[in-house]
């Protein structure tokens, strides 16, 4: 095995965890809106959120983590649609808007 065929074998392994790390994030963010909705008794629409921006922020130990903020939508009324947020760093919510 090459300098190559390793440098290829240790990119494929990196995109497949942030991947798995991004996947486990949505579904933390997606539990978080749905208890935040459930809490102040609105509806979570389509039942989704929605990554909006990406990026790189440091925790309150200073450890660089994935900053991600998503959008979802939500009814108070089942007639209307509102726009919420969710920012999240590595696996943590940070910040529920709604």
């Known amino acids: 095995m090459d300098f190559l065929d390793l440098l290829g074998l240790l990119l494929l392994a990196a995109t497949g965890w942030i991947w798995f790390d991004s996947l486990n994030a949505r ?10 909705c459930r809490s102040e008794d609105r509806l979570l629409l389509d039942d989704t959120v929605a990554i909006q921006r990406v990026a790189l922020g440091r925790d309150d130990d200073g450890v660089l983590r994935i900053w991600r903020r998503y959008g979802f939508e939500y009814s108070d009324t089942g007639n209307d ?3 919420g947020r969710i920012v999240m760093l590595g696996g943590q919510v ?4 709604l």
Request: hydrophobic fraction near 60%; aromatic fraction near 0%.
């Open 81 to 83: 649609r509102c726009a």
């Open 27 to 36: 579904e933390a963010a997606v539990s978080a809106a749905r208890a935040a």
């Open 94 to 97: 940070q910040v529920i808007t």
